[in-house]
């Protein structure tokens, strides 16, 4: 069974704080690491997909880092705000699907 | 553009009762569709994944079962519920063809299912 980790499981941070989460996958047969972002009464959303080793991808405040080597990828938020405050998914792409980690929940205090 | 549609929003279904979500994709052909569970305090389960109209294939042992009746047509039922189906489904969508390792999913917006 395909095993993806996030750390860590909850986030209490102050508004302005840069904060950064992990996730951490099985390094053979890598295809593809998703990034999801779901916010409490709404419908997750995709991030970033990154597929090669030392990829990094940047969209605002929000960036990730991917090294399939050694199996896990960074997420990382720069001056973070409340609207911040989501569930953060990663998702390894295997096959068809996606196997996704438990997430890490973020809660941006104003 | 594409649209995926999920119903209900909220159901709150007696233990022993029969169980109908419907999910339905707009705007795209062959996508490969997907049935997700959250359960409380985890991430999210993939229970049924489909690539074609019939073809289902089922990821974890469980009292559910899923249908493919159109292209575009995604239903998750159960003949008799159990306390432990609570929780929330979500369904998903992505382009069929392509790179699909990079293809993102899209989500419907969840039920949320109480076993009573």
Redesign the interface.
């Known amino acids: 069974i395909l095993n993806v980790e996030q750390s860590p499981q909850s986030l209490h941070v102050q508004e302005g704080d840069s904060t950064n989460f992990t996730c951490s996958f099985p390094s053979s047969n890598f295809y593809a690491l998703h990034w999801y972002r779901w916010e409490t009464a709404k419908s997750p959303e995709a991030l970033f997909v990154m597929t090669l080793n030392g990829d990094e991808k940047k969209k605002g405040r929000i960036s990730a880092t991917l090294n399939t080597k050694e199996g896990y990828s960074y997420l990382y938020i720069k001056g973070s705000q409340p609207e911040d405050s989501a569930t953060y998914l990663c998702a390894l792409s295997q096959g068809g699907k996606l196997i996704f980690g438990q997430g890490t929940e973020l809660s941006v205090k104003p | 553009s594409q649209t995926i549609h999920q119903w209900p929003a909220t159901l709150v279904q007696p233990v022993g009762s029969p169980l109908s979500l419907e999910c339905t994709v707009e705007g795209t052909s062959n996508p ?1 569709l ?1 049935w ?1 569970r959250q359960a409380a305090g ?5 229970l049924f ?1 489909s ?1 074609g109209i019939g073809q289902i294939s089922s ?1 974890v042992p469980q009292n559910l079962s899923a249908s493919r009746p159109q292209d575009r047509q995604f239903i998750l039922s159960s003949k008799k519920l159990l306390l432990s189906d609570s929780g929330f489904y ?1 369904c998903a969508w992505r382009p069929g063809t392509g790179l ?3 293809n ?7 039920t949320r299912l109480s076993v009573l």
């Open positions: 490969n997907y997700y985890r991430g999210l389960q993939l994944y690539v990821e979500l699909l390792a990079k993102i999913q899209y989500f419907g917006a969840g």
